[in-house]
């Protein structure tokens, strides 16, 4: 059984907005920073957000300002509401539960995560 379930990609006009929402379950979640990352065709999976389990937040420099991460923990999910898409947001969108928080590191792979299968984001120009 998955631990960590993501929903909520699909295709969307540059300029449109998504709302991606990831599950986890109830273990995981009370105990882990929640991330999403991003794997474009060609390019490195790439650190998007981070919502640490006191609500403390990261983001990248490509989506500061336009994306927003936050986290509901009586319903054990994360969100991410994107905004002002642009076409190079086109990419796979993976969640991850990071209980060592450390996906603001250099700590490569992540020890103890949990990731969910990826769902995709097609944006058009």
């Known amino acids: 059984q998955a631990q960590v379930v993501e929903s909520g990609g699909g295709l969307v006009q540059a300029g449109g907005s998504l709302n991606l929402s990831c599950s986890a379950s109830?273990?995981?979640?009370?105990?882990?920073?929640m991330g999403w990352y991003r794997e474009a065709p060609g390019k490195q999976r790439e650190l998007v957000a981070v919502?640490?389990?006191?609500?403390?937040?990261i983001y990248s420099e490509s989506v500061k300002g336009r994306f927003i991460i936050s986290r509901d923990n009586a319903k054990n999910t994360v969100y991410l509401q994107m905004n002002d898409l642009a076409p190079e947001d086109t990419a796979i969108y993976y969640c991850?539960?990071?209980?060592?928080?450390?996906?603001?590191?250099?700590?490569?792979?992540?020890?103890?995560?949990?990731w969910g299968q990826g769902t995709q984001v097609t944006v058009s120009s």
């Open positions: 919502c640490r389990t006191l609500g403390s937040t």
């Open positions: 991850v539960a990071d209980p060592n928080d450390l996906m603001d590191t250099e700590v490569w792979p992540l020890p103890y995560a949990s």
């Open positions: 109830q273990a995981i979640f009370k105990i882990s920073a």
